[in-house]
């Protein structure tokens, strides 16, 4: 069975900085660019099917903060809204 932890707050990002920001990254020539946190946003029509997939993908836990639900697995972000 997949846990509902309530969490104060979901890293303090919307979901357009999270998939436009990321992690800095230098490469050998001294070039800087970010790499993406998430390649993907996937959202789901109510938390009932986000619980269903999570169970599915093994997921033990799945964050809520107010009407929002998200966990991320392998750099895929699967989302619900209340």
């Given at each position: ?76 972000i ?5």
């Open positions: 069975m997949v846990e509902i932890i309530e969490c104060a707050d979901m890293m303090g990002q919307s979901k357009n900085d999270f998939l436009r920001k990321g992690i800095p990254i230098t490469d050998s020539d001294g070039n800087q660019y970010s790499l993406p946190r998430a390649k993907m946003w996937v959202e789901f029509e109510s938390p009932a099917a986000l619980m269903r997939v999570a169970e599915l993908l093994g997921v033990k836990a799945i964050n809520k903060r107010g009407k929002d639900y998200v966990f991320a697995l392998k750099g895929m699967y989302y619900a809204k209340d």
